[in-house]
């Protein structure tokens, strides 16, 4: 029953994704619905594990310098448009509800994903700011240093 429903919500896409307005490369974030998809496909598991494949590809995203706020934002829109694209599609309330579980297990992952790097950047632009700060110290007492010797050889009396 779950993989011919994950079937039938990937035949939406193409409506999803807005290939038709914005082409295949611009269109909306992929790697949200595909990670859709396979949460249906994994219902039927015990244990689905952690996906990989959206973790990777969003930590790709973000590596290349997409915004983390345009990111989830492409991700809200993502799972908006099929929820609504469901809601048309299907006919059963129960299979609407799988879908709409599986958005947002996929989204709150998304976010947590997205959320993780963000730290982790924060991190690393503290610790760069830090190292910078310190520099900037040891400069300026370097300098105050060669103002103190330089004002000790202008008094002294030429020979």
Same mark, same amino acid.
């Given at each position: 029953?779950?993989?011919?429903?994950?079937?039938?919500?990937?035949?939406?896409?193409?409506?999803?994704?807005?290939?038709?307005?914005?082409?295949?490369?611009?269109?909306?974030?992929?790697?949200?619905?595909?990670?859709?998809?396979?949460?249906?496909?994994?219902?039927?598991?015990? !244990?689905?594990?952690?996906?990989?494949?959206?973790?990777?590809?969003?930590?790709?995203?973000?590596?290349?310098?997409? !915004?983390?706020?345009?990111?989830?934002?492409?991700?809200?829109?993502?799972?908006?448009?099929?929820?609504?694209?469901?809601?048309?599609?299907?006919?059963?309330?129960?299979?609407?509800?799988?879908?709409?579980?599986?958005?947002?297990?996929?989204?709150?992952?998304?976010?947590?994903?997205?959320?993780?790097?963000?730290?982790?950047?924060?991190?690393?632009?503290?610790?760069?700011?830090?190292?910078?700060?310190?520099?900037?110290?040891?400069?300026?007492?370097?300098?105050?240093?060669?103002?103190?010797?330089?004002?000790?050889?202008?008094?002294?009396?030429?020979?």
């Amino acid at each position: 029953m779950i993989a011919g429903l994950a079937e039938r919500v990937a035949v939406l896409r193409d409506e999803v994704l807005d290939t038709a307005e914005r082409g295949e490369a611009g269109a909306l974030s992929g790697e949200i619905f595909d990670a859709t998809i396979r949460c249906l496909y994994s219902f039927e598991q015990t !244990d689905p594990g952690i996906d990989l494949s959206l973790h990777d590809a969003l930590s790709r995203r973000l590596a290349w310098g997409d !915004d983390e706020h345009a990111l989830l934002a492409e991700a809200d829109e993502v799972c908006e448009r099929l929820i609504a694209s469901v809601q048309r599609a299907l006919l059963q309330p129960a299979e609407e509800m799988l879908v709409a579980e599986a958005v947002t297990q996929v989204a709150c992952t998304a976010s947590r994903i997205v959320a993780n790097a963000a730290v982790g950047r924060a991190g690393t632009d503290r610790a760069a700011l830090l190292r910078e700060e310190g520099s900037l110290t040891r400069l300026k007492k370097a300098v105050a240093r060669q103002e103190e010797e330089m004002t000790v050889l202008g008094q002294r009396p030429s020979e």
